[in-house]
């Protein structure tokens, strides 16, 4: 995911700062690739497609398993990159380990590792654990993904030089945001992102959220933008107001619409939407990786819209360094608007 990635990022920096002549190899799929080339912080690319995990092992074979590291860091907690992870030669592995807590037939309590227990200790020789009971209240269980990376880090007796999230535009989008923003926005905006987390959520909530942007597009100017996969509100969302998509090496107007403050940028390359995300007033989604990630690299105030049920679980992922909101569903009608403009 390129949340994770993005999320992993002070980690680049931190190492560079930390070993300036090194060279570092990010192992990565076809979709984080888009991201990750435009940081200058990475030397060299392997990229692994997820359905080719053998195919691309074999191409990949010398600077996976012949090329002995000094370090290895595998942080993204994917069964398929542990496995490739235990073959490859390195001085010190450091990785973070998976806890949950499950109860069996007889509703007994038992824990589960990931990766085991015994492959951890024989393949990795710097590690940690992160609880993933997000039910559980016990204050000691409770983790952020990030502190667990530079906890990894300091106990390699390395300096943490940078907590911000980093994220580096790429330069062949610029003209395209500018003349975007020239002919068809020219004033602040916010943006309202939807994705697929919208199908965990119901009609109301929905209906509940498209009510209260409708009113603030009355002093504001508004942008609705969408990821790269429908859901269940999808279809609804397009009908109601001009579209936007990026295609022929430009934006350009799918549908129009009688309402002009709000504005719907459908499905925009990711090196693109972060140009909106970048200068934007304020950015709200659900949740959603690339807002939370790439707002907090540019250090751009942003809201989660979640129900009270999610709070334990996403606290995980909040960048450390970061301008965040929460605001749950239960309480949307009370403070919703207030805090937008805070």
């Known amino acids: 995911m390129v949340g994770d990635l993005i999320l992993f990022s002070p980690c680049l920096k931190i190492l560079k700062d930390n070993f300036q002549n090194s060279h570092i190899t990010l192992v990565c799929s076809e979709y984080n690739y888009q991201v990750a080339k435009n940081y200058k912080q990475i030397d060299k690319f392997l990229i692994i497609k997820k359905r080719s995990l053998f195919k691309n092992a074999i191409k990949h074979f010398k600077s996976l398993f012949l090329t002995k590291y000094n370090y290895l860091f595998q942080f993204d907690g994917k069964n398929s990159s542990y496995l490739i992870s235990y073959f490859v030669r390195s001085r010190i592995k450091s990785t973070v380990c998976f806890v949950k807590q499950k109860k069996n037939f007889f509703n007994i309590k038992y824990k589960i590792t990931r990766p085991m227990t015994f492959l951890l200790k024989i393949f990795y020789n710097n590690f940690i654990y992160s609880y993933e009971s997000y039910d559980d209240d016990n204050i000691k269980l409770k983790v952020n993904y990030q502190k667990n990376y530079f906890n990894l880090l300091k106990s390699l007796n390395l300096k943490i030089t940078s907590e911000r999230n980093i994220f580096n535009l790429s330069t062949e989008f610029k003209v395209n945001f500018d003349n975007f923003y020239t002919n068809q926005i020219n004033e602040k905006f916010y943006i309202f992102h939807f994705d697929e987390k919208w199908n965990n959520y119901k009609q109301s909530d929905y209906n509940k959220y498209l009510e209260i942007i409708t009113k603030f597009s009355l002093k504001h ?56 995300i970048k200068n934007s007033e304020k950015n709200i989604s659900t949740h959603s990786g690339p807002i939370v990630h790439i707002s907090s690299a540019f250090n751009k105030s942003f809201i989660d819209v979640i129900p009270n049920s999610k709070n334990f679980e996403l606290d995980r992922w909040i960048p450390i360094t970061s301008d965040y909101k929460r605001i749950n569903f239960e309480n949307i009608n009370k403070n919703f608007i207030d805090n937008l403009t805070l």
């Open 221 to 276: 100017k508004i942008i609705i933008t969408t990821g790269i996969k429908n859901f269940i509100f999808y279809s609804d969302l397009i009908q109601k107001f001009p579209i936007y998509n990026f295609s022929n090496n430009k934006i350009q107007l799918v549908k129009d619409s009688t309402n002009k403050r709000i504005i719907i940028l459908d499905k925009l390359p990711l090196n693109l939407l972060a140009y909106f």
